[in-house]
């Protein structure tokens, strides 16, 4: 079956490889507002028996949803066999439970949503906290990539003597992984969150660690006030300066330049969602699980 890919919102390397290493067809399509702000989609490639993909990161997923959504109809009316997106990002992942009464559990809402449009899901590293797996949500075949290896190589390549840290027990999944294949030692913290924009971290003893370099890994990065926070702590503790990696740079507002200016040496982060700290590329192991299930017929 031909499979076709149209790049809704996601880093043009990560197409491309697609493309290359896949032989799939760039789809072309118009997305465009009326003049009354609904939009207008027009599909101008011929999708008919086709195995679509939609490449779209999810980050500030609000705006995106509707016109990803009325992408997916109309490929489907237009003949298509398949659907399937490809989310570097998946957003509303975080909300997964009532924190308080009253609140919705957008997650579960998101992925109904998603799994009524889409025949197939591959993301990256989800945010899985009190979820063990997508399958608890999402009723469509979901494929997760993770990005450890990436970023474990990454830091032997870049980091003299590093310590592995995670600024609290959600990140302990990617911290562990992160460090082993490193091989470097790790910490992970321990964090409060009092609300959208403040954090508090307590750290342990680190003494032993005081000629390490500390890497902050995390999987996202939002205000980045977890960041931040951690750099004040290991500051305190007279650690160096830390380099911090991010799987999904979300960096909401000014939270990029608050880390730069917070005493760090570097922010890296992988090509999930665009962004100038972009430096871990990914778009190889996506195309190669597209290759796969290809060939899986999956
Ligand atoms: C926590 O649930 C996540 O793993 C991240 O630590 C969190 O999303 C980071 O958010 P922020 O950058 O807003 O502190």
Redesign the pocket.
């Known amino acids: 079956m031909k499979q076709i890919l149209f790049n809704l919102f996601v880093d043009e390397k990560i197409a491309n490889n697609l493309k290359n290493m896949t032989n799939c067809e760039i789809g072309e399509l118009m997305i465009r507002q009326f003049p009354d702000e609904e939009t207008h989609i027009k599909i101008e490639s011929d999708v008919k028996n086709c195995d679509v993909i939609l490449l779209a990161s999810l980050d500030r997923p609000d705006k995106k949803l509707l016109p990803l959504l009325f992408i997916a109809e109309t490929v489907k009316d237009l003949g298509a066999k398949h659907v399937r997106l490809i989310a570097p990002y998946l957003a509303y992942m975080?909300q997964d439970k009532q924190f308080y009464p009253g609140e919705g559990i957008t997650s579960q809402y998101f992925a109904a949503l998603i799994s009524h449009y889409f025949d197939g899901l591959i993301t990256v590293d989800p945010?899985l906290?009190r979820r063990r797996s997508l399958k608890e949500i999402y009723t469509i075949p979901t494929e997760v990539l993770h990005a450890a290896d990436k970023l474990s190589i990454w830091i032997k390549e870049n980091v003299s003597d590093p310590i592995v840290i995670g600024?609290?027990k959600?990140?302990e999944q990617w911290v562990l992984e992160v460090a082993n294949k490193a091989e470097a030692p790790f910490a992970v913290l321990e964090?409060i969150?009092r609300g959208?924009?403040e954090?508090e971290i307590s750290i342990p003893a680190m003494g032993q660690y005081k000629n390490h370099t500390p890497v902050l890994v995390?999987?996202?990065?939002?205000?980045?006030?977890?960041?931040?926070?951690t750099v004040k702590q290991l500051k305190n503790a007279k650690m160096k300066p830390p380099v911090c990696i991010?799987i999904h740079a979300?960096?909401?507002g000014g939270?990029y330049q608050d880390l730069l200016n917070a005493g760090v040496e570097k922010v890296i982060t992988c090509n999930t969602i665009q962004h100038a700290s972009n430096q871990i590329d990914l778009s190889e192991d996506i195309a190669q699980l597209v290759i796969k299930l290809k060939r899986e017929k999956i």
């Open positions: 975080r945010h906290h600024p609290d959600e990140s964090k969150r959208d924009n954090v995390d999987d996202i990065i939002s205000t980045a006030r977890t960041m931040i926070e991010g979300i960096f909401s939270a």
